[in-house]
């Protein structure tokens, strides 16, 4: 079965910290991407990985950097955490890019700027 | 530019009755069309696809999507509605990247 794992369910961090959110997927996936999800404006794509050491801006990458050293794990960066940066963030992975293939996602990591 | 809306943020039904979730697209290029279901606390998981072919497509759990390429819809129905249905529902489109629609909570009403 296709498994998405994001290392923190929850956190709560103060603002000026840097935080790092994992995520290992265990299916091979080329594709890799980390998304934002808040009330009222669905998921807004913040980087993705079309492989390793590979990435690319997504939507609202502002204040977000990524790492992708091994093909299995994508890890979000949040060089100077911000209380706008309180949200729920969503891994997700995809095997090589056919538009048809499905998206798979992580249970989700909500963090918590104080 | 490729773009996919849903037009309810929230819809309530009540229980056994039936429920269409609306989702219109936009693309200049193919055609790949995705819902989404989200269980409180939880992340999204695939509830069924159009890639090609008929152009009525099914979940396991009772729903069905309808790919209309004149009305460039693909909304999601369901004819009776359980409290289990109760979730956030995600309509996407596909290309290099995935479009998502900002959501249409569903309420199923004891």
């Known amino acids: 079965d296709v498994k998405v794992t994001q290392s923190s369910r929850y956190l709560v961090k103060r603002t000026g910290e840097k935080v790092f959110l994992e995520c290992v997927q265990d299916m091979d996936h080329e594709n890799m991407f980390w998304y934002r999800q808040d009330p009222g404006l669905g998921l807004r794509l913040i980087y993705f990985s079309y492989d390793v050491k590979m990435k690319e801006k997504g939507d609202i990458p502002e204040g977000y950097s990524v790492s992708r050293e091994k093909k299995e794990r994508f890890s979000l960066i949040l060089e100077s955490a911000s209380t706008n940066q309180t949200s729920m963030y969503l891994c997700?992975?995809?095997?090589?890019?056919?538009?048809?293939?499905?998206?798979?996602f992580g249970e989700g990591s909500w963090l918590t700027v104080v | 530019a490729q773009s996919v809306t849903q037009l309810d943020s929230q819809v309530p039904v009540f229980e056994e009755a039936p429920v269409e979730l609306r989702c219109n697209y936009s693309s200049s290029v193919s055609v790949y069309l995705f819902w989404y279901v989200q269980y409180p606390n939880q992340g999204l998981q695939l509830l069924l696809k159009?890639?090609?072919?008929?152009?009525l497509v099914e979940s396991i759990n009772g729903f069905e999507a309808e790919f209309n390429k004149s009305q460039t819809s693909f909304h999601l129905r369901k004819p009776s509605v359980h409290i289990s249905d109760t979730a956030e529902y995600f309509c996407?489109?596909?290309?290099?990247?995935?479009?998502f629609g900002t959501g249409t909570s569903l309420t199923v009403i004891p």
């Open positions: 997700a992975s995809r095997e090589q890019v056919y538009s048809g293939n499905t998206i798979y």
């Open positions: 159009y890639l090609s072919g008929s152009t």
């Open positions: 996407a489109g596909a290309g290099n990247q995935f479009y």
